[in-house]
């Protein structure tokens, strides 16, 4: 006993003085400043309550999928369409509206989907009838002008967007 209460208290001072002046361990530990544009924040001002579909879709032209989204739903807390995180859900490739939306993202991209162009009218219909709000581009987000007009002409049914932070968001119902 006398061992180990004379060995435990040097034992003890030696590790705090090796964590104070020799560790690695910046202190105070370093913090991560995460920057949500504030349309996240306004969107019930925004849009009616119900899901939202985030573009661009893929992280900046690769096979990656956006990985804000999820970031940006914190704050929101809205549903986004992310059955297993990272992969395109069925859904989104069967509706031939969203599937021509991921389309003009990742032309030859994992969808592996010919889109239908005859029933892209008919699923925009549907995309708001299975509980979508609206959709919140990042323009600056895609690879090119020619995309975005893509994307926008897609979207031009749904009227004008509001344009906050540099995001468009578009009201569907």
Known sequence: MLFRSALGLPLAAAWLAELLIVSPVPIPLPT???????VYRRLDDLLPSGAVLELP???????????????????????????????????????????????AEKPLGPLGVK????????????????????????????ANDRVRAQVAALLEPFGEPATVDGRQVYRVR
């Open 32 to 38: 991560a400043r995460l920057d949500v544009p504030s």
């Open 57 to 103: 879709w893929f992280d900046r032209g690769t096979d990656r999928f956006q990985r804000a989204h999820f970031f940006f739903q914190l704050v929101h807390g809205r549903p986004i369409p992310d059955e297993v995180a990272g992969f395109v859900p069925e859904w989104l490739t069967t509706n031939q509206f969203t599937a021509a939306l991921l389309h």
């Open 115 to 142: 889109v239908e162009t005859t029933r892209i009218d008919a699923d925009r219909d549907a995309f708001g009838a299975a509980g979508f709000a609206g959709v919140i581009v990042a323009p600056d987000g895609y």
